[in-house]
């Protein structure tokens, strides 16, 4: 592995290397590239040649095990007729470049109108009633992530790391003892609006890196923690309830599970929270852990 990458972690100068480099092997044109979101991954649009490129942070480890899965339940998904987003198979798939491991897809234009929550509801409802994929799944545990951003934090003050690393350590056994008492099924893992994309008269539900197998209320949280944490209005929660068929903040173990939701949305941020208005948005989330404000809004990025 290209050792710089792994200490730099992923910034926009890092991915935009690999991108590079990935593109040349390809035969894709680099100089187009827009980014279009930089966290766990990086993601460009290449628009005039209909490819979406997928930089991961590294090309080691659990990294080129959540690749490879990503990329078998795009194609399972695709053969069950699920409103998904396949990988472009006629492009290499995964090339290491950079010390990174990088991923093309089927480029998506923007809609005129932004999918929403009803949506949402209704491809999960359908996600979930999908049979089991002919090939394993993990167990759904966000830990071994959290954990790793953690250990690779940088540019954050050591007391935030620290109190993460205690309240991850507190939250750990308790998210599997409700993962224990649930039944489980086919999960997203990461299912929120910012992960539709619209095609015409359908939506498609896409990023499936942490697609695993655990409770399926996992994927119920965002959209919970969205009328707290993000000032979704009452009536639209209510109208995505009655439109999955389930109100997630009534069932056993959800103080539980948003407590590790929030953290792993609190981690995320951490990893570009140098500087501007990821740092601020960081310092606001990690004041209301610390005061276990459960109502202090936060801001999306």
């Known amino acids: 592995m290209n050792a710089a990458a792994n200490h730099e972690g992923l910034t926009r100068a890092g991915a935009t290397r690999a991108l590079v480099t990935a593109c040349s092997v390809a035969g894709l044109r680099s100089d187009e590239a827009e980014l279009l979101r930089l966290g766990e991954n990086a993601i460009y649009a290449l628009p005039h040649q209909g490819v979406a490129v997928r930089v991961a942070r590294s090309d080691v480890g659990d990294i080129q095990e959540k690749v490879a899965k990503e990329l078998a339940v795009a194609r399972w998904l695709s053969s069950q007729g699920f409103p998904g987003i396949g990988p472009r198979e006629d492009l290499p798939q995964p090339l290491r470049a950079e010390g990174r491991l990088v991923t093309f897809w089927e480029y998506i234009p923007p809609s005129r109108s932004a999918p929403g929550l009803a949506d949402l509801a209704r491809l999960l409802r359908g996600l979930h009633t999908l049979p089991d994929p002919d090939f394993a799944l993990p167990a759904l545990d ?102 999955y068929g389930q109100d997630v903040t009534a069932s056993e173990g959800y103080e539980e599970l948003r407590t590790v939701r929030e953290l792993g949305m609190t981690t995320w941020l951490m990893q570009n929270a140098q500087s501007g208005a990821a740092a601020e948005e960081f310092a606001i989330r990690m004041e209301s852990l610390r005061k276990e404000d459960r109502e202090r809004h936060w801001h999306a990025l």
């Open 142 to 243: 966000p830990f071994p992530t959290m954990w790793r951003r953690l250990e690779q934090a940088h540019g954050v003050k050591k007391q935030d790391v620290d109190f993460l690393s205690e309240a991850c350590a507190r939250s750990e056994d308790a998210f599997h003892d409700v993962v224990a008492r649930h039944p489980t099924g086919l999960v997203h893992g990461d299912a929120h609006r910012g992960n539709l994309l619209g095609r015409g008269d359908r939506v498609l539900l896409i990023d499936y890196e942490a697609v695993a197998v655990g409770p399926q209320a996992w994927d119920l949280l965002p959209t919970a923690i969205a009328v707290d944490r993000f000032a979704l209005p009452r009536p639209e929660y209510d109208a995505f309830c009655r439109s």
